[in-house]
T-cell receptor
Framework: EPEVTQTPSHQVTQMGQEVILRCVPISNHLYFYWYRQILGQKVEFLVSFYNNEISEKSEIFDDQFSVERPDGSNFTLKIRSTKLEDSAMYFC???????????FGQGTRLTVV | GQSLEQPSEVTAVEGAIVQINCTYQ??????LSWYQQHDGGAPTFLSYNALDGLEETGRFSSFLSRSDSYGYLLLQELQMKDSASYFC????????????FGAGTRLFVKA
């Protein structure tokens, strides 16, 4: 069964460093998303991406964050100048159409120390 | 803005039926989804309602009433493995495919 894959599964980084979280969406999906979940809290929308551009972003997704689809398969989230409060699980998701279910990857646990 | 409300916690016994309610406020509405998340795992899609009524998928059913801005997830024949968090999520009319999740309902299934 096709699935969304994310790497790495766990990333530890020093405060102030930049990290890139990688995702390979399901191949025939056209809509891509990043979500964040701080431990014990709800899943928070960060950004949606379609047709090689950001469709919508939340208030969390400020200039510290950027997304890119560098080739036909990868979808990345870059976080610059990481802060302690960026520590969370980051989920990538994709959907075939805008109104169909989103399939989530297993997440990258980011720990900023 | 968009907001969702669901109970924080529900406890039920194995074999029972449990209903998890969700009320929402959105600017526009394109559907209510339900996701299951086990500890340490990813959200897994369970069901989606765009129109009023009941959708059934095996032991899980989901209901929507758009006029009441209300939906629920019904879990039947509860099993221990159903212990997890359940999130309702809505997609509103913000133009950019943004989905907002509720805070989640933690379901504890007891033997």
């Amino acid at each position: 069964e096709p699935e969304v894959t994310q790497t790495p599964s766990h990333q530890v980084t020093q405060m102030g460093q930049e990290v890139i979280l990688r995702c390979v969406p399901i191949s025939n999906h056209l809509y891509f998303y990043w979500y964040r979940q701080i431990l014990g809290q709800k899943v928070e929308f960060l950004v949606s991406f379609y047709n090689n551009e950001i469709s919508e972003k939340s208030e969390i997704f400020d200039d510290q964050f950027s997304v890119e689809r560098p080739d036909g398969s990868n979808f990345t989230l870059k976080i610059r100048s990481t802060k302690l409060e960026d520590s969370a699980m980051y989920f990538c998701a994709s959907s075939e159409r805008w109104n169909t279910e989103a399939f989530f990857g297993q997440g990258t646990r980011l720990t900023v120390v | 803005g968009q907001s969702l409300e669901q109970p924080s916690e529900v406890t039920a016994v194995e074999g029972a039926i449990v209903q998890i309610n969700c009320t929402y406020q959105t600017s526009g509405f394109y559907g209510l989804s339900w996701y299951q998340q086990h500890d340490g795992g990813a959200p897994t899609f369970l069901s989606y309602n765009a129109l009023d009524g009941l959708e059934e998928t095996g032991r899980f059913s989901s209901f929507l009433s758009r006029s009441d801005s209300y939906g629920y997830l019904l879990l039947q024949e509860l099993q221990m493995k159903d212990s997890a968090s359940y999130f309702c999520a809505v997609r509103g009319d913000t133009g950019g495919f943004k989905t907002i999740f509720g805070a989640g309902t933690r379901l504890f299934v007891k033997a």
